[in-house]
Each structure stands twice: as structure tokens, then as C-alpha cells.
């Protein structure tokens, strides 16, 4: 078995970290927007509970373990256009899924009995959490430039969670 790419190791600390709902934000998400000038945090409305967080997620994890981050990386869809894409999810990768109003992004972690993706990422169900995506919305799937390139599958896991349908 390959190891776990040392971001996973990383994302998975941060699981149950949640926004807060109302006048106060998650001291830890605005240290993490905060991180690329106080303009990006400006942009996103200074409110945590309005902001959509995954790309920030993923980048504060990317960042913690040595690797870049791309331009604009607090938005989904940016992380299309990093590393290296690949055509099948594998362990670790990072997933940019289709959403209305934007995109969606997180790190591939396994598979349901389903076939959906188990996806750990930031801003589902308004905090860090492992949920499963229809594959029908992955728009591509990316490798880290700098991480050492795993093609250990994604495990399958049996279980009946609600598949994410909103993650706003």
C-alpha cells in the first residue's frame, strides 16, 4: 500500500472545522484567507457563513506540506488549470467538481458502493467533511506539480450517506 500523500495527512486534521453562522467567522478560515492579503478576504464578504471556502481549503493544505498554490486558488474552478490532470481519480488527487453558480473542490478519498467519489473537502455541509459527489459532476481531476505521483486506486467503502447536492 502507498503511503498517504502528506496533504492528506494535513486535510484530515481540519476535519469538523466549521464555519460560523452570522456576524462572527472561524478565526482559523479567515487566518487561511487571510493568507493571501486581506483583499481576497475582503472579496469574499468577510463573512464565513456567505463564503465559499473550498478552495481555500485545499490550498492551506497544499501550502502547509511545500507545495504552491495556484492564482485565485480560494476559487474552485482555478484548480483545473494546476498540476498535472489525470483521467481517473486516484487516492489523494484533487477533484474540481461543476457546480450552479461556480464550482466545487476537494481531495478524491475513496468511492461509495454507489460508485460516487468520497471527497474530502472544506464547505460541505458548511465544514470540513467527507462526502460523496456524482461522478456525472467532476469537470477534471489533478495531480499537485511537486507531489510524488500515486496511482494507488480509491478505496471502496460501503455505507448509505446523502450524496452532496449544494455546497454554497
Known sequence: MVAEP??????????????IPGKDSNPL?????????????NTLG????RAPWCGTYVGECLDEVGLPRPQN??????WLDYGTRIPAP??????????????HVGFAVGRDEHGNILTLGGNQ???????????????GYVWPPG???????LPRFVGNLPVSRNEA
Open 147 to 153: 507531489g510524488p505521483y500515486s496511482h494507488q486506486p
Open 73 to 78: 486558488w480560494y476559487r474552485a474552478r482555478v
Open 29 to 41: 478560515l479567515v487566518k487561511w484567507w487571510l493568507k493571501g492579503g486581506a483583499a481576497v478576504w
Open 90 to 103: 486516484v487516492y489523494g488527487c484533487i477533484v474540481v467538481y461543476e457546480r450552479k453558480g461556480g464550482g
Open 6 to 19: 502528506l496533504w492528506l495527512q494535513v486535510a484530515r486534521r481540519y476535519i469538523g472545522v466549521a464555519e
Open 46 to 49: 468577510r463573512d464565513d457563513s
Open 125 to 139: 455541509g458548511d465544514m470540513v467533511s467527507i462526502r460523496p459527489f456524482d461522478p456525472a459532476r467532476v469537470l
